[in-house]
């Protein structure tokens, strides 16, 4: 059994998440790992669990909040529910 990094939970379905920066975490739940390592939105402080949007190399968890913080944001479309032209 291995320990959580962020609970201290010992459990022993603990999985490993090795960084690109060669960091080792031990979580007990994707919950804990999120809380651990998800980026946070530049805009609205959630943590971005998926694609999320990358502008001028600042993160967001939406279109919404990147065109709310972006002088560029005008341009980003948010291709989620839109139909094909």
């Known amino acids: 059994m291995a320990r959580c990094d962020v609970c201290g939970n010992d459990y022993r ?9 060669g960091d080792t975490h031990t979580f007990d739940s ?3 790992a999120i809380h651990r390592l998800a980026p946070v939105c530049e805009h609205c402080g959630c943590k971005i669990v998926g694609h999320g949007v990358e502008v001028s190399g600042r993160f967001y ?25």
């Open 61 to 85: 968890c939406c279109a919404h909040c990147a065109r709310r913080a972006e002088p560029d944001g005008a341009e980003i479309k948010d291709a989620a529910g839109t139909p094909p032209s």
């Open 13 to 21: 379905l603990s999985f490993e998440i090795r960084t690109t920066s």
């Open 30 to 32: 994707f919950e804990c």
